[in-house]
């Protein structure tokens, strides 16, 4: 008899111990089912890699241990100088980029598609969770009272060096948001005493000395074939930099075919979601991510405090992330209901 107790308190111990804190949510183990309408989320470390491979994110798959970074098999997005931007680092650490802006495409392989500016966070496109490369997301803003419910990734400890009264600071930083201008001492200290130098500089004097010369480079297009071949070069004063969308327009008006997109459907949306923006990769004229109805998690009312006309606030519908229901539902109840 007392044998048999232990053995239902351990069961009952090992299926607590799966639940997800505060959430609800049941862990699922490597191997097990996931996502579509599966009830849970993957353990930590484990990612629901689709089974299906003909859709990408409401197909139903398995919890996974992927190897989640390798930074050589992609070229980091570039930094065009046609838009200002927020600067920021993926958790892979692989790239420093122009940080993405809600409503667009985020994370993938290695986090190819980059991560979300401060303050918003890189959602799955389905679901109740942040995005775990190499899943693909989308970047949304939260409302304070579901910020817990989402893990935030962490990104790797970067080094480098920024200048702060006139000297060379130098610090390590884990956070995504970090922005260091130079990535050593060395590199940082160069420019430095050259400036100092310039500064010192006074035009009377010794003409042949000349103040130091910076290397520019920019980001620019050109049109070779039936392609926009970008990236960055030594800037040009002689020239204004071409960037995709014009390259992409002297394509299509050139009768190139891969410049002629093919017209994206956009998905009907209930009211609770959002209409994502395609995503087009550097270089290219077509998108290869098309628009996504994703939930609008900011229509998401908190529970009520109260009911105004008495009773008490009851759990009527609990939001799973998916567009439609991606809240959770309370109704005011009175006492003899």
């Given at each position: 008899m007392v044998s048999s107790v232990f053995w239902l308190s351990a069961q009952t111990l090992g299926f607590m111990c799966l639940l997800m804190p505060s959430s609800g949510f049941l862990l699922l183990r490597e191997g097990e089912k996931c996502g579509a309408y599966i009830e849970g989320a993957c353990e930590k470390e484990l990612v629901c890699v689709p089974t299906e491979p003909s859709s990408l994110f409401y197909a139903a798959g398995e919890c996974t241990r992927v190897t989640a970074c390798n930074c050589s098999e992609f070229q980091c997005p570039p930094w065009p100088k046609d838009q200002y931007c927020s600067i920021v680092t993926d958790?892979?650490?692989?790239?420093?980029h122009c940080a993405r802006r809600p409503g667009q495409v985020c994370g993938g392989q290695s986090w190819r598609y980059g991560n979300c500016e401060e303050g918003s966070i890189c959602a799955l496109v389905v679901g109740l969770?942040?995005?775990r490369a190499p899943q693909t997301g989308v970047c949304k803003e939260l409302p304070s009272h579901l910020k817990d419910t989402f893990s935030v990734p962490q990104c790797p400890a970067q080094y480098g060096c920024n200048?702060?009264?006139?000297?060379?600071?130098?610090?390590?930083?884990?956070?995504?948001?970090?922005?260091f201008?130079?990535?050593?001492?060395?590199?940082?200290?160069?420019?430095?005493?050259?400036?100092?130098?310039?500064?010192?500089?006074?035009?009377?004097?010794?003409?042949?000395?000349?103040?130091?010369v910076r290397a520019c480079m920019e980001y620019a297009c050109e049109v070779?074939?039936?392609e926009c071949v970008c990236q960055y070069?030594?800037?040009?004063?002689?020239?204004?930099?071409?960037?995709?969308?014009?390259c992409c327009k002297i394509?299509?008006?050139?009768?190139?075919?891969?410049?002629?997109?093919?017209?994206?459907?956009?998905?009907?949306?209930?009211?609770?979601s959002f209409i994502s923006q395609p995503h087009t990769e550097p270089g290219q004229c077509c998108p290869i991510i098309p628009p996504l109805c994703t939930c609008n998690f900011?229509?998401?009312?908190?529970?009520?405090?109260?009911?105004?006309?008495?009773?008490y606030p009851r759990l009527v519908a609990k939001g799973n992330g998916h567009p439609g229901n991606c809240c959770d539902r309370y109704e005011c109840m009175k006492e003899e209901d």
């Open positions: 958790p892979c650490g692989c790239c420093t969770d942040s995005v200048v702060h009264v006139g000297n060379c600071d130098c610090y390590s930083d884990d956070s995504c948001y970090a922005s201008r130079y990535s050593t001492y060395d590199a940082c200290n160069k420019v430095l005493m050259a400036d100092r130098m310039y500064s010192m500089y006074d035009s009377d004097q010794d003409p042949e000395v000349e103040p130091p070779q074939g039936c070069r030594k800037c040009d004063s002689r020239t204004s930099p071409l960037y995709e969308t014009a394509l299509r008006d050139s009768g190139c075919q891969n410049a002629s997109c093919p017209e994206i459907p956009t998905p009907p949306c209930p009211a609770d900011k229509t998401c009312a908190p529970k009520p405090k109260y009911c105004p006309e008495g009773g």
